[in-house]
T-cell receptor, first 112, second 118 residues
Framework: DQQVKQNSPSLSVQEGRISILNCDYT??????FLWYKKYPAEGPTFLIS?????DKNEDGRFTVFLNKSAKHLSLHIVPSQPGDSAVYFC???????????FGKGITLSVRP | ETGVTQTPRHLVMGMTNKKSLKCEQH?????MYWYKQSAKKPLELMFV???????ENNSVPSRFSPECPNSSHLFLHLHTLQPEDSALYLC?????????????????FGDGTRLSIL
């Protein structure tokens, strides 16, 4: 049973518009959430994280929102750029250790 | 450059061969991880080492044998693999593995080894 779910396999947006990538989780013990970005033929690269004590974390064009009651988080990219085209993985962990549970990933395509 | 280097990048082997995957991290981290990524599936954690001691083994078949000679190097020894073992194998590291309050650390990944079993 998947504890971290990225239900949409792909998303296509126009350059300059907002990209919203969604992630749901089922394990209420998760208290730390991360987004990774992966280009073809490269490993995942850490993008942004959020702790469960917050509901928002922002880093430049990237903002992650956390809704604990809904067990839902989302990554907003504004404005989207063609170089953002990649696979985005949502991951979750607990404060006990650095072990992470990953979603299947979503492929973002940003059209020029 | 992520600070985590994996070799080889690609490997094709027969089911009776023995080969090893290598991972080296230059970040001064104390924890290292092996993951398997199959098509259309999430990353699956295989093994975790903390300060050269194996702390997690997620029911991985014995045909996969990890080795961590020091905190900078991690190996995955392969023998008599099956076709379903064809996948991308990723190595990662983090500053620490566990302990109260020290769990919130991102992992840094290498670029992976694409393994194909004939």
């Amino acid at each position: 049973d998947q504890q971290v779910k990225q239900n949409s396999p792909s998303l296509s947006v126009q350059e300059g518009r907002i990209s919203i990538l969604n992630c749901d989780y089922t394990n209420s013990m998760f208290d730390y959430f991360l987004w990774y970005k992966k280009y073809p033929a490269e490993g995942p690269t850490f993008l942004i994280s959020i702790s469960s004590i917050k509901d928002k974390n922002e880093d430049g064009r990237f903002t992650v929102f956390l809704n604990k009651s809904a067990k839902h988080l989302s990554l907003h990219i504004v404005p989207s750029q063609p170089g953002d085209s990649a696979v985005y993985f949502c991951a979750a962990g607990t404060g006990a250790n650095s072990k992470l549970t990953f979603g299947k990933g979503i492929t973002l395509s940003v059209r020029p | 450059e992520t600070g985590v280097t994996q070799t080889p990048r690609h490997l094709v082997m027969g089911m009776t061969n023995k080969k090893s995957l290598k991972c080296e991290q230059h970040l001064g981290h104390n924890a290292m991880y092996w993951y398997k990524q199959s098509a259309k599936k999430p990353l699956e954690l295989m093994f975790v080492y903390s300060l050269e001691e194996r702390v997690e083994n997620n029911s991985v078949p014995s045909r996969f044998s990890p080795e961590c000679p020091n905190s900078s190097h991690l190996f995955l020894h392969l023998h008599t693999l099956q076709p379903e073992d064809s996948a991308l194998y990723l190595c990662a590291s983090s500053q620490e593995f566990g302990g109260a309050g020290r769990g919130n650390q991102p992992q840094h990944f290498g670029d992976g080894t694409r393994l194909s079993i004939l």
